[in-house]
T-cell receptor, first 114, second 112 residues
Framework: DSGVTQTPKHLITATGQRVTLRCSPRSGDLSVYWYQQSLDQGLQFLIQYYNGEERAKGNILERFSAQQFPDLHSELNLSSLELGDSALYFC?????????????FGEGSRLTVL | TQLLEQSPQFLSIQEGENLTVYCNSSSVFSSLQWYRQEPGEGPVLLVTVVTGGEVKKLKRLTFQFGDARKDSSLHITAAQPGDTGLYLCAGASGTSYGKLTFGQGTILTVHP
């Protein structure tokens, strides 16, 4: 158990819909990262928050947004969903945004868009 | 864009055999990590290497960071069925905190 909690574990929805994925980081970790894992692209960095503020952005689509709340939990919002958005979405956390970058991953949220 | 090429993509071996997984890039990384992921779970950190030429051992696993910090290898001695899983290398650069570049992964299957 990494200490990172993600909900829901599985989500099935239709194209055009909007979903919210939730993440609670490890106790004491200030940084939250979102990654997308698909068969063809592998694990791709989406976005990072540190203590409530956006710190780094990857190849995150404009239809996707995220935020980190004062209690440090984070939400990833995916809207106007397309079939290609079907993937595993991982949240990870770390104590500080360190260059060595060790991350602790949650178990992921599997999104299926039909 | 930094890329990490991991090879081989698939590895199927018998229990007791040795194996090596490679991770190569044309970019320099400030650190490189190896993760293992099992079905239905998130990646779990195995090791972080930071210094060029660094070698770290974790029981039967040996990790090496290239002198130029552009490549790394994972060697498993006497593989066991419990080693089965997806192995991922991930690089961090000096300008991006926690924004890891992942290799495509190596799916290892160890048959009893």
């Amino acid at each position: 158990d990494s200490g990172v909690t993600q909900t829901p574990k599985h989500l099935i929805t239709a194209t055009g819909q909007r979903v919210t994925l939730r993440c609670s980081p490890r106790s004491g970790d200030l940084s939250v990262y979102w990654y997308q894992q698909s068969l063809d692209q592998g694990l791709q960095f989406l976005i990072q928050y540190y203590n409530g503020e956006e710190r780094a952005k990857g190849n995150i689509l404009e239809r996707f947004s995220a935020q980190q709340f004062p209690d440090l939990h984070s939400e990833l919002n995916l809207s106007s969903l397309e079939l290609g958005d079907s993937a595993l979405y991982f949240c990870a956390s770390s104590v500080v945004p360190r260059n060595t970058g060790e991350l602790f991953f949650g178990e992921g949220s599997r999104l299926t868009v039909l | 864009t930094q890329l990490l090429e991991q090879s081989p993509q698939f590895l199927s071996i018998q229990e007791g055999e040795n194996l090596t997984v490679y991770c190569n890039s044309s970019s320099v990384f400030s650190s490189l990590q190896w993760y293992r992921q099992e079905p239905g779970e998130g990646p779990v950190l195995l090791v972080t290497v930071v210094t060029g030429g660094e070698v770290k051992k974790l029981k039967r696993l040996t990790f090496q960071f290239g002198d130029a910090r552009k490549d790394s290898s994972l060697h498993i001695t006497a593989a066991q069925p419990g080693d089965t899983g997806l192995y991922l290398c991930a690089g961090a650069s000096g300008t991006s905190y926690g924004k890891l570049t992942f290799g495509q992964g190596t799916i290892l299957t160890v048959h009893p």
